[in-house]
């Protein structure tokens, strides 16, 4: 079997291999087209082939992977990238997935993983340190943001919901569940209330105020009708970074709106919850210990690979109530309780991989200090492209960069403001297919934005101004059909 089980040596000649191939992609990463420039039908033709049959050569795999897959990608670690909420990743943590695969840890349980499960709760406890979570709570990793969000809210259902919905179903519930976001709030909320069989129909969208948070007068209007109507509120989701504008919702505002009511409060924090590193953030995370349930992703702000999700819960007991379903062959005969621990209590996983290592490898090879320089000098970037957009006299601010985010417009002159929306979106897809830099779109009140996510520590003031230069050129041959 010398393909799936090579010896000592063979494995180093491997190794070194891959190695070439991870060093040159790094080398070559900043002056890479960020897209590739070839369209579905060529990167099918270049990578479709019948089943194997027999094996070759790993040295002869990789060089195809390189050829289809690393040719054929969209960079997301290009310091230009600033498309979605997209992580670069760092080179240590390509290591540790190469190690965590070496280990081949499940971490179901300690059982399964005793030295993965301890390494999970200290890095667990160290990410409550640094986002200010209840020190008292408890948390696991999942896959990313959205099974994140999921997860908290099958909490706050189970807690609320006011009969056992894990025993009996939605169809015990007698009146209508109704949650709360702003109208920023992320796609997957909408997406758990409906897998969650509480409609994403019940999801209130709730006004924002100028800098796009959640306006709580608002808030508490929408609970009040919904009561009023004999529906049952209870949960508010809050943005601590919404994904299109960073905006930040007013968490101790948020949670007095809650507490009367007794609702739930999520924060949705998978975009800006690692911002807590940077001096300049740290201050909105005063009040999160008043969060009921918080979803993180590593695989964002922490600039880990996907897929690194995060969700922490202040009650173990509610978070218990939801998962907890036994099954006579995991049962855990184990007498000691830290040994009888598992994490398909707290989520809806049973095997997974070991998520913590990544974590746990980049804050003690890196340290809180230097991620939280980088984070500041992202948010600084964001800050710099916002005053260079305002001392332009061809780009506008469609909202107040939050963290950052920025959303912009190409507005030059003598083109009527009813043609600004098809014009951005021409620029858009020619940025995109262009490969210098890269944005994604938003919609702020109506109208068309570039948008932006600066996410990666590679990122500088220079490549802001080359981001401005980029849209200008790609925008020229289209003004005159404007
Ligand atoms: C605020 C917010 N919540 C949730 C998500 C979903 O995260 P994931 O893509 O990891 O599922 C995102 C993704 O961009 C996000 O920005």
């Known amino acids: 079997m010398p393909h799936l089980d090579p010896d000592p040596a063979r494995i180093r000649e491997m190794g070194a291999a891959a190695l070439d191939l991870m060093a040159g992609y790094y080398e070559q990463l900043r002056s890479r087209p960020i897209s590739p420039r070839a369209g579905a039908a060529e990167i099918r033709a270049l990578v479709e082939e019948p089943l194997p049959q027999d094996g070759c050569p790993f040295e002869d795999v990789l060089r195809q992977l390189d050829e289809r897959a690393f040719a054929?990608?969209?960079?997301?670690?290009?310091?230009?990238?600033?498309?979605?909420?997209?992580?670069?990743?760092?080179?240590?943590?390509?290591?540790?997935?190469?190690?965590?695969?070496?280990?081949?840890?499940?971490?179901?349980?300690?059982?399964?993983?005793?030295?993965?499960?301890?390494?999970?709760?200290?890095?667990?406890?160290?990410?409550?340190?640094?986002?200010?979570?209840?020190?008292?709570?408890?948390?696991?990793?999942?896959?990313?943001?959205?099974?994140?969000?999921?997860?908290?809210?099958?909490?706050?259902?189970?807690?609320?919901?006011?009969?056992?919905?894990?025993?009996?179903?939605?169809?015990?519930?007698?009146?209508?569940?109704?949650?709360?976001?702003?109208?920023?709030?992320?796609?997957?909320?909408?997406?758990?209330?409906?897998?969650?069989?509480?409609?994403?129909?019940?999801?209130?969208?709730?006004?924002?105020?100028?800098?796009?948070?959640?306006?709580?007068?608002?808030?508490?209007?929408?609970?009040?009708?919904?009561?009023?109507?004999?529906?049952?509120?209870?949960?508010?989701?809050?943005?601590?970074?919404?994904?299109?504008?960073?905006?930040?919702?007013?968490?101790?505002?948020?949670?007095?709106?809650?507490?009367?009511?007794?609702?739930?409060?999520?924060?949705?924090?998978?975009?800006?919850?690692?911002?807590?590193?940077?001096?300049?953030?740290?201050?909105?995370?005063?009040?999160?210990?008043?969060?009921?349930?918080?979803?993180?992703?590593?695989?964002?702000?922490?600039?880990?690979?996907?897929?690194?999700?995060?969700?922490?819960?202040?009650?173990?007991?509610?978070?218990?109530?939801?998962?907890?379903?036994?099954?006579?062959?995991?049962?855990v005969l184990n007498q000691a309780p830290d040994e009888t621990f598992a994490f398909w209590d707290y989520g809806p996983e049973l095997s997974r991989r070991f998520r913590a290592l990544n974590v746990w490898l980049l804050l003690k090879h890196v340290g809180t200090r230097a991620l939280g320089e980088a984070i500041e000098r992202n948010i600084a970037c964001a800050r710099y492209l916002e005053r260079l957009v305002t001392a332009s006299n061809d780009f506008e601010m469609l909202a107040p960069a939050g963290l950052s985010t920025f959303c912009i417009r190409y507005r030059p002159a003598g083109v009527r403001e009813d043609r600004l929306n098809t014009l951005n979106e021409a620029i858009l897809q020619a940025l995109q297919r262009d490969g210098s830099s890269y944005l994604s779109n938003a919609c702020i009140k109506g109208r068309f934005a570039l948008r932006g996510c600066v996410l990666n520590y590679r990122t500088t003031e220079r490549d802001m101004e080359i981001l401005l230069a980029d849209i200008r050129r790609v925008a020229r041959p289209l003004i005159d059909s404007a």
């Open 72 to 331: 054929m990608s969209r960079h997301n670690g290009h310091p230009r990238f600033f498309g979605y909420v997209a992580s670069p990743g760092t080179a240590a943590a390509a290591f540790g997935d190469m190690l965590a695969s070496t280990l081949n840890s499940n971490v179901t349980s300690w059982r399964s993983a005793p030295a993965g499960a301890e390494i999970e709760h200290v890095t667990i406890g160290w990410i409550k340190q640094i986002v200010n979570f209840d020190p008292a709570g408890i948390g696991l990793f999942v896959s990313g943001g959205s099974m994140a969000n999921l997860s908290a809210l099958a909490a706050a259902r189970s807690a609320k919901a006011g009969v056992n919905v894990s025993a009996q179903g939605m169809q015990a519930v007698s009146r209508t569940l109704r949650l709360y976001v702003s109208q920023e709030a992320h796609f997957s909320i909408a997406k758990a209330a409906a897998l969650l069989g509480i409609g994403s129909a019940n999801v209130v969208q709730v006004k924002t105020d100028a800098n796009l948070c959640m306006d709580v007068e608002d808030l508490a209007r929408c609970i009040d009708s919904d009561l009023a109507a004999g529906r049952q509120p209870f949960c508010i989701v809050a943005n601590a970074g919404a994904v299109s504008t960073g905006a930040f919702d007013p968490l101790r505002e948020v949670a007095a709106a809650a507490q009367p009511y007794n609702l739930w409060l999520h924060v949705d924090g998978a975009y800006g919850g690692f911002a807590a590193l940077a001096p300049s953030a740290r201050a909105r995370f005063e009040h999160m210990p008043l969060a009921d349930s918080l979803a993180l992703d590593p695989h964002k702000w922490l600039y880990l690979p996907v897929d690194c999700g995060c969700v922490l819960y202040r009650d173990a007991a509610a978070a218990r109530a939801a998962f907890s379903i036994s099954a006579e062959y995991i049962r």
